[in-house]
């Protein structure tokens, strides 16, 4: 199957840094991809919709300039915490279809913790 | 909008007896439905998807479900459960349109007792 690999696994950062976590699709292009939140023992959320070569797409509630999102080509899309908080520690996974009539392929995922 | 329900939050289960987990969904159009596993710290592993055909779905691990459009149901299933399916559980449904923008259930705990 295609494969979509997050960058980094883990990271700790300290409160009021900024944190990027990166999403490649391996072995397909992906002009859409998919960025989730997972608060600890919950679900996930959608956050946002990365769009190749334009804005992404928010889900409401989402605070755009908080996190920022770029797709900057068709094989990678970057979500960047901004002037990170304790509260924004939380579980962050990507997705991407390689399209046609199949499912989206799911990064291993981001955890955060922010310190 | 489409949802996902998962009424059971957590389920105990005796290692080798049979396991169900409920899916309901609300959804406009034709469904896509699928079933996550998630092992404690990690990411997601698929175990199955719907999208068209038959309506009992296999996949893997042994385990499988049944779309049942009239009960908007997408209940997973295992004959006889492993220690190591303890895990949690997530129904999933999804628009293709959307390139599988994918809607959650809330997820349900499995634990496994030997």
């Known amino acids: 199957g295609a494969v979509v690999s997050q960058h980094p696994s883990r990271v700790i950062c300290k409160s009021g840094t900024s944190v990027k976590i990166e999403c490649r699709s391996l072995?397909?292009?992906?002009?859409?991809m998919f960025w989730y939140r997972q608060f600890p023992k919950k679900s996930l959320m959608l956050m946002a919709t990365s769009n190749e070569g334009s804005k992404a797409t928010y889900e409401q509630g989402v605070e755009k300039d908080k996190f920022l999102i770029n797709h900057a080509s068709l094989t990678l899309s970057t979500l960047t915490v901004t002037s990170a908080h304790p509260e924004d520690s939380s579980f962050y996974i990507c997705?991407?279809?390689?399209?046609?009539?199949?499912?989206?392929?799911f990064g291993q995922g981001t955890r955060l913790t922010v310190v | 909008a489409q949802s996902v329900t998962q009424p059971d939050i957590h389920i105990t289960v005796s290692e080798g007896a049979s396991l169900e987990l409920r899916c309901n969904y609300s959804y406009g159009a034709t469904p896509y439905l699928f079933w996550y596993v998630q092992s404690p710290g990690q990411g997601l592993q698929l175990l199955l998807k719907?999208?068209?055909?038959?309506?009992l779905v296999q996949g893997i691990k042994g385990f499988e479900a049944e779309f049942k459009r009239s009960q908007s149901s997408f209940n997973l299933r295992k004959p006889s459960v492993h220690w190591s399916d303890a895990a949690e559980y997530f129904c999933a449904v999804g628009e293709l349109a959307a390139g599988n923008k994918l809607t959650f259930g809330g997820g349900t705990r499995v634990l496994v007792k030997p």
């Open positions: 997705s991407a279809p390689p399209g046609g009539n199949t499912e989206a392929f």
């Open positions: 072995d397909f292009q992906a002009t859409t």
């Open positions: 719907y999208f068209s055909g038959d309506t």
